[in-house]
């Protein structure tokens, strides 16, 4: 969960963190967060585990000087935008250029086809991406170019920390949410820069040549432009702007006699005032949208503390009185580094705490201090449990095999059984066998989502 006082970029080096640790934790050196003690408080408080993920994320950044590797990859990314605009201006020059031609004759609606034709077709392709949240649709070419070009432009293979802060920066800002009303305001600069720049080439050729605005067609009917003009040129009178009349649209028929100033200035001032009004108004609305939306997205954004690195870091950062002594050596942290690791003390978990199983066998440890009251291993212990715990009310501990793949059967039980305890304390504990089956960590997130889906508190999973 995020808080207000917090950033999304620091979020984001949160993540980034996360995954270097998971992956390259033996890189890293941790002298700087040795003398870092855990916070003592009788509950969880989200706003104090931030404050210690930031207070440690900082010290470790610093120690291991990793603040410019960090910010690569948004560099990356704000130069690969800057190119793409770049290519959006060039193309969008070249088209007016090329649409007016070295002619004293301009057709209008080749022109408007040019430069709001694929304008329009690309606000349609993404209105439907939005609407059916279709990635494909609503990122577009150039948006995804610029996510493409950072990857491209980074040697994975020379800089392992660099690209595991690459990777995260990628999955946080351009996935999700956040990812898609990201790409989404990208994708509208690349089409503002596109039409501002035709409509800047086209008003300079204007203004150092005269043209006369021409129409014609092969394949509709002889009514349909007129009538096009007529329709296009309907919102223009709400601001005092005066379309071409009926004797000036037959005049600029193609074959037509040559125009007088008055019809060729009517008519540049439609096409300057239907590319605002239909291409660079809409366009820029969408713009602002995106960029609030994105700003909206990135205050919203949450960690998923169910991760086993954030429920390891609970453990170790908050010192609840609802932990055991069991701390969990997770390798993705606390192998090769001398972090220090607080200790738990079994008082610490209330005394009246119904300690129970869910089909464990003999080999399954439990923390010494804690005895399992109740093994479920069928519907009728199931059922007698049930009662037991509606009747009692108190706390309760449920101890599953960590290595076991938890599936529905599973969760089902585990959320009746939070449930039959009637919004009481409820821990989950992973317990692991004496032959010293090894746990997985996507093992591990998968238990971590089944307390999640139950209702069981990230900081309420307790790990050996």
Not at 17 to 33: F, G, K, N, P
Not at 153 to 168: I, M, V
């Amino acid at each position: 969960m995020a808080n207000k006082n917090h950033s999304f970029s620091d979020l984001v080096r949160l993540e980034q963190l996360r995954h270097i640790e998971t992956h390259q934790a033996q890189a890293l050196s941790y002298a700087s967060i040795a003398d870092m003690e855990p916070h003592a408080a009788p509950g969880f408080s989200y706003t104090v585990f931030f404050e210690k993920l930031l207070s440690r994320a900082r010290r470790l950044i610093q120690d291991n000087a990793l603040n410019n590797t960090l910010q690569q990859p948004e560099k990356l990314f704000l130069r690969a935008g800057r190119v793409v605009l770049l290519l959006a201006a060039l193309l969008g020059g070249l088209a007016a250029g090329n649409a007016v031609g070295a002619s004293a004759t301009l057709n209008i609606y080749w022109l408007l086809a040019v430069l709001l034709g694929f304008n329009f077709l690309s606000m349609l392709l993404w209105g439907a991406g939005m609407l059916f949240n279709v990635h494909g649709l609503n990122s577009g070419v150039a948006a995804q170019l610029a996510c493409w070009l950072p990857s491209r432009l980074k040697d994975k293979d020379s800089d392992k920390l660099g690209s595991l802060a690459a990777r995260a920066w990628w999955e946080t800002c351009l996935t999700g949410k956040v990812g898609k009303w990201r790409i989404s305001l990208l994708t509208h600069q690349f089409w503002l820069a596109y039409l501002l720049a035709g409509m800047s080439i086209l008003i300079l050729l204007m203004m150092a040549r005269q043209y006369d605005f021409v129409w014609g067609t092969t394949l509709l009917p002889e009514s349909s432009l007129p009538e096009l003009t007529r329709l296009l040129a309907a919102p223009m009178e709400y601001f005092g702007l005066t379309p071409p009349d009926s004797q000036q649209i037959a005049a600029s028929r193609v074959g037509a006699d040559m125009q007088d100033a008055s019809t060729r200035t009517t008519w540049a001032k439609f096409l300057l005032a239907t590319l605002m009004l239909y291409g660079l108004l809409p366009r820029l609305a969408l713009t602002l949208l995106s960029s609030f939306m994105l700003k909206l997205s990135e205050r919203r954004f949450k960690l998923d503390l169910y991760l086993p690195y954030y429920v390891t870091l609970r453990q170790r950062l908050i010192a609840s009185e609802f932990t055991t002594s069991v701390i969990d050596a997770d390798p993705g942290i606390a192998v090769n580094h001398a972090e220090p690791v607080p200790g738990r003390k079994n008082r610490d978990l209330p005394a009246e705490a119904s300690a129970i199983g869910i089909e464990l066998d003999d080999q399954m440890i439990w923390p010494e201090g804690i005895n399992c009251q109740q093994n479920i291993i069928d519907q009728a212990s199931f059922a007698r449990m049930i009662d037991q715990i509606k009747a009692t009310k108190g706390s309760l501990l449920i101890g599953v095999a960590a290595h076991r793949l938890p599936d529905r059967g599973v969760q089902r039980m585990i959320a009746e059984l939070v449930a039959a305890a009637a919004g009481g304390p409820v821990w989950l504990m992973l317990l692991r066998s004496r032959t010293s089956i090894s746990v997985t960590e996507s093992r591990k997130l998968a238990w971590f989502r089944l307390a999640q889906a139950c209702s069981i508190p990230a900081e309420n999973v307790i790990t050996q």
